[in-house]
C-alpha cells in the first residue's frame, strides 16, 4: 500500500501522559499537514510541515502540542499532558510539492485517540 | 480568511434518486475547491476538485460539482444514488498560495440511503 500511514490506529493514554502519532507521507510527497476531527465536527487544520521544517502552526494549540518532520523518518504529532480534550481523530495529509496550487491532499486512515 | 458552510448536516433519499449535498464558501480571493468522502473509522476520499477552467467539475463514483461564482456555491451531486454512496461528505476550500495549501472543512454532510 503506497498510500498514507498512520500509526497507531488507535491509542489511549490517561490523563497527563503523552501520546505520539507517526505519519508516514506517501512516496513523493514531500509536504505533510495534520487534522483534528472532534466528534461530529469537521476537520480543522493544525500544523503544516514540509522536511525538517514547520511551515504553518496557525491552528496547533499553544501549549502541549508539537510537530516534527525530520529529514529521515516519518512526521510525528506529539501531545504532551494529554487531557480529556484531547480525545478526538488525527488525520495525516500529504501532497506533492505545491507548484501551481490546487494539489489534492491524500489522507490516511487516522488515529484515534482516547484519553481515560 | 475562508470558511464554508454545508447546509444540512444530515440528508436522506431514496435509492436510485437525485443526491444533492450543500456547499456555500467565503474567500477572499478567487478559492480552490474540494469534496471529500469518509466512510467509518477511514480517512478522507477526493471526489473531486475545482481549481479553474471548466465550473462543472466530474469526480469519481459520478458524483459532480458545480462551481458558482455569483452564489459562492459548489454544491454535489449526482443522478442516481447508491446504496454504497452511504458515508459522510466533507467540501472544503483553499486559497491559491504558493506553498501551502491547507484545507478548511465544512462540518460535513451525512448521507443515507433508504433502499
Known amino acids: 500500500n503506497a498510500g498514507v500511514m498512520q500509526n497507531p490506529r488507535h491509542l489511549v493514554r490517561r490523563r497527563g501522559q503523552e501520546a505520539r502519532l507517526r505519519c508516514s507521507p506517501m512516496?513523493?510527497?514531500?509536504?505533510v499537514y495534520w487534522y483534528r476531527q472532534l466528534p461530529e465536527e469537521g476537520l480543522k487544520f493544525m500544523v503544516y510541515?514540509?522536511?525538517?521544517?514547520?511551515?504553518?502552526e496557525s491552528g496547533m494549540p499553544k501549549e502541549r502540542f508539537s510537530a516534527e518532520f525530520p529529514k529521515e523518518g516519518p512526521s510525528i504529532l506529539r501531545i504532551q499532558q494529554v487531557v480529556r480534550g484531547d480525545s478526538a481523530a488525527y488525520f495525516c495529509?500529504?501532497?506533492?510539492?505545491?507548484?501551481?496550487?490546487?494539489?489534492?491532499?491524500?489522507f490516511g486512515d487516522g488515529t484515534r485517540l482516547s484519553i481515560l | 480568511a475562508q470558511s464554508v458552510t454545508q447546509l444540512g448536516s444530515h440528508v436522506s433519499v431514496s435509492e436510485g434518486a437525485l443526491v444533492l449535498l450543500r456547499c456555500n464558501y467565503s474567500?477572499?480571493?478567487?478559492?480552490?475547491l474540494f469534496w471529500y468522502v469518509q466512510y467509518p473509522n477511514q480517512g478522507l476520499q477526493l471526489l473531486l476538485k475545482?481549481?479553474?477552467?471548466?465550473?462543472l467539475v466530474k469526480g469519481i463514483n459520478g458524483f459532480e460539482a458545480e462551481f458558482k461564482k455569483s452564489e459562492t456555491s459548489f454544491h454535489l451531486t449526482k443522478p442516481s444514488a447508491h446504496m454504497s454512496d452511504a458515508a459522510e461528505y466533507f467540501c472544503?476550500?483553499?486559497?491559491?498560495?504558493?506553498?501551502?495549501?491547507?484545507?478548511?472543512f465544512g462540518t460535513g454532510t451525512r448521507l443515507t440511503i433508504i433502499p
Open positions: 472544503a476550500v483553499s486559497e491559491p498560495h504558493f506553498g501551502n495549501e491547507k484545507l478548511t
Open positions: 495529509a500529504s501532497s506533492q510539492q505545491a507548484g501551481q496550487g490546487g494539489q489534492p491532499q491524500h
Open positions: 510541515l514540509q522536511k525538517e521544517n514547520i511551515i504553518d
Open positions: 512516496k513523493g510527497h514531500s509536504h
Open positions: 474567500s477572499s480571493v478567487p478559492p480552490y
Open positions: 475545482y481549481t479553474t477552467g471548466a465550473t
